[in-house]
């Protein structure tokens, strides 16, 4: 290997502390990489994946690591101080370690959206659905947070695109939520389904993506999932909920009205106290009164 990561093991066999740690990956940072924050916890292997340091990483997970009498393991000790690097027993570093909030080195490289890292991570066997604390993937997580090329990377490894956190949230249901347009057309084209049905905060009710969208996303979001077969008509909760069309006019979202509108959905719904969209439209602001209450009424021909 090259003598700068015998330089990071000399650092880390006289030293305890993280800024031994810090100082020898700073050596690939002096190469042009950009600067991140630090992470609050991990081991070595999470430090090199978060800030994409691939030959390190492929440094610790050799097996001559543990002949070398190093170990990988890190925690965080104290609030806002430095981490602690703690060499334990010696031993081959593991890419299914998990941090204090259950994330593995792989969840930390697809929130960091480095690709090499993840197929470095994936060569040497780490687990694509370990799941954080809060039941989300390496996918979830990188859906989360933006991260296209490790989403994309992720489900070309097979990934499973409808995966559930525990609170029944799909990779779409971020994707759609954080209003990721890229990330929704990939998603859609590996098979994501827009049938799902989770709670939604706002109203209370459980609905499914495309509601979701109306209420959460943006116009061209909503568009792609009309393209994708999204029902118009699907009401939150159970049959006397109201559509999506009546809660964009309650809502006075006037373009998802207009595009819901000009794609079939139907006006003459009603809602469980018995309210047209209609008549949600012509409660609001004036401008709402006229707008949205005007493309109902001529959608009705009236």
Same mark, same amino acid.
């Given at each position: ?25 700073? #050596?690939?940072?002096?190469?042009g ?7 609050n ?13 691939? %030959? ?8 001559? #690591?543990a002949r ?8 965080? +000790?104290?609030?806002?101080? #430095? ?6 027993l ?18 930390? =490289? ?18 694509? %659905?370990?799941?954080?604390e809060?039941? =989300? ?5 990188? !859906? ?21 956190k ?32 989770? +709670?939604q905060? +706002?109203?209370?009710?459980? !609905?499914?993506?495309? #509601? ?9 979001? !909503? ?6 077969g999204?029902d ?26 207009? !595009? ?23 409660l ?19």
């Amino acid at each position: 290997m090259p003598d700068s990561i015998d330089h990071i093991a000399n650092f880390l066999s006289r030293n305890y502390h993280l800024e031994t740690l810090y100082g020898g990956w700073s #050596f690939w940072r002096s190469r042009g990489m950009h600067h991140k924050e630090h992470p609050n916890s991990g081991t070595g292997v999470h430090w090199a994946a978060y800030f994409g340091f691939v %030959e390190p990483l492929e440094w610790l997970l050799e097996p001559t #690591f543990a002949r070398r009498g190093l170990s990988e393991e890190s925690t965080k +000790q104290d609030g806002d101080s #430095f981490l602690t690097v703690e060499l334990l027993l010696a031993k081959g570093a593991r890419t299914e370690e998990q941090d204090v909030h259950g994330m593995g080195p792989l969840a930390t =490289a697809a929130i960091s959206n480095a690709p090499a890292v993840i197929e470095l991570l994936l060569k040497h066997d780490a687990l694509i %659905e370990a799941e954080d604390e809060n039941g =989300a993937t390496p996918l979830a997580l990188a !859906v989360q947070h933006g991260a296209l090329h490790a989403a994309q990377l992720l489900l070309q490894h097979q990934a499973a695109v409808n995966s559930r956190k525990k609170d029944g949230t799909t990779p779409l249901y971020d994707a759609v939520y954080g209003g990721q347009e890229s990330l929704v057309k990939l998603l859609l084209s590996y098979g994501a389904d827009i049938s799902v049905r989770t +709670q939604q905060p +706002q109203i209370g009710l459980k !609905v499914d993506i495309f #509601f979701h969208s109306v209420i959460r996303s943006t116009t061209q979001i !909503v568009q792609r999932l009309i393209q994708e077969g999204a029902d118009l008509d699907g009401r939150a909760g159970d049959t006397r909920g109201p559509t999506a069309l009546i809660y964009a006019s309650k809502l006075g979202f006037l373009e998802k009205v207009r !595009v819901l509108v000009e794609k079939g959905a139907n006006v003459h719904e009603t809602d469980e106290a018995g309210h047209t969209a209609l008549y949600w439209a012509t409660l609001g602001p004036k401008k709402r009164q006229s707008d949205s209450s005007g493309i109902i009424t001529n959608q009705r021909g009236q």
